[in-house]
């Protein structure tokens, strides 16, 4: 399932930006988010789940924080070169009209939302590539509206391993780079701590809005015993992602038994080739080349990419992850509701 990551109305928009510096930059440690921001993406995605939606975060890069102020979100597109010139003007109009009220106007990434943990694709990818061609540090914010209704705030903030992005702009995805680099499935993506902010007069204002009661509604339900439709779809995506893993094994061992298959033709035609040699030269002509470049099976085959391999080892992990999560929450209600039954 392909994630609508504004892949190519945020390159146009930031071919338009002015390039960073390149000075080094410390490590970044943690993501702080207004609350404000954080509500908006909220509202923004639990309005069109369970479509997808994006939109961009704005804020400032401070040290080893960034700060997330203000967001706003992409207007739905179609996927046409028109659409994506007025989702460029759209974005840039944004900008300038934040930065007439004084509001930050930093892009800083983007964020977008996920069903079921399901976002780790090729064109996620390629908009962080794209982002990182002008912005030194950028981060993708996943909001998933379907994990948040069984009662955590499913919100994370993600980058690009630095290792990784020099193997893909390198087009270095095979076997013996991923090898060399030591680079596994879990280096992809590298989850950046989120710190949730608000100024003291908005936390006051909170602690007078909060309600007298203790206990509300949204407590009782996290006390429901039944999460049969959040695990049977945790469990009918993976089935799915492990029918896509096994289709990324057979392009493997189908290229290994092509590989092979070359293999044993080179010998054979070389053997043929050395002893035609030797024939000629007791006839006293000149041995011919021992390789033929113009021969097809001296023609190197194209190793595929392991990319797709690597995501769904990736998601497959996350909805493990997920389900884990789930069966130990309900183990503790159901010791819970056993001992209420016995006292």
Same mark, same amino acid.
């Given at each position: ?8 109305? +945020?390159?146009?928009? %930031? ?15 943690? =993501? ?5 921001? =954080? ?19 704005? !804020?400032?890069?401070? !040290? ?22 007025? +989702? ?8 300038? @009209? %934040? ?22 694709? /090729? ?27 069984? +009662? ?19 087009? +270095?995805?095979? &076997? ?9 499935? /879990?280096? *992809? ?12 007069? /908005? #936390?006051?204002?909170?602690?007078? %809005?909060?309600?007298?009661?203790? =206990?509300?509604? @949204?407590?009782?339900?996290? $006390?429901?015993? #039944? ?7 945790? $469990?009918?995506?993976? *089935? &799915?992602?492990?029918? &896509? $893993? ?47 470049? #113009? ?20 998601? *497959? ?7 884990? !999560?789930?069966? &130990? ?15």
């Amino acid at each position: 399932m392909a994630n609508p990551a504004p892949a190519a109305t +945020g390159k146009s928009f %930031l071919q338009a930006m002015k390039a960073v510096t390149e000075e080094a930059a410390p490590p970044l440690r943690v =993501v702080q988010m207004e609350g404000l921001a =954080v509500l908006k993406i909220i509202k923004h995605c639990e309005e069109f789940a369970p479509a997808l939606v994006t939109g961009q975060l704005l !804020g400032l890069d401070v !040290g080893s924080d960034l700060e997330v102020t203000n967001c706003f979100p992409f207007p739905t597109r179609e996927d046409d070169e028109e659409a994506d010139a007025d +989702g460029a003007n759209y974005q840039l109009e944004m900008m300038r @009209c %934040l930065r007439e009220v004084n509001v930050d106007n930093n892009t800083v990434g983007w964020y977008q939302s996920c069903l079921l943990g399901s976002f780790q694709t /090729v064109e996620l990818i390629e908009t962080f590539m794209n982002y990182q061609e002008n912005i030194r540090r950028c981060v993708c914010i996943v909001y998933d509206p379907s994990r948040s209704s069984q +009662g955590v705030l499913a919100l994370k903030a993600l980058k690009l391993t630095d290792s990784f992005m020099d193997l893909y702009r390198n087009n +270095g995805l095979t &076997g013996e780079k991923l090898r060399e680099k030591k680079l596994s499935w /879990v280096d *992809i993506f590298e989850e950046i701590p989120i710190k949730v902010s608000n100024s003291a007069l /908005v #936390s006051a204002f909170m602690k007078e %809005l909060e309600p007298e009661s203790p =206990v509300s509604q @949204c407590d009782f339900d996290r $006390l429901k015993l #039944s999460t049969a439709p959040f695990m049977e779809r945790n $469990l009918e995506f993976m *089935i &799915g992602c492990m029918d &896509g $893993l096994s289709s990324e094994q057979n392009k493997f061992q189908y290229y290994y038994r092509n590989l092979g298959r070359q293999q044993t033709q080179q010998q054979a035609w070389l053997q043929k080739r050395r002893q035609e040699n030797i024939a000629r030269k007791n006839a006293g002509e000149e041995p011919l080349p021992e390789e033929d470049p #113009s021969n097809p099976i001296f023609k190197p085959l194209p190793e595929p990419s392991r990319l797709e391999g690597y995501l769904v080892t990736n998601q *497959i992990s996350s909805y493990c992850n997920h389900i884990n !999560g789930v069966a &130990g929450q309900n183990f503790n209600r159901l010791y819970l509701m056993k001992a209420l039954q016995e006292d």
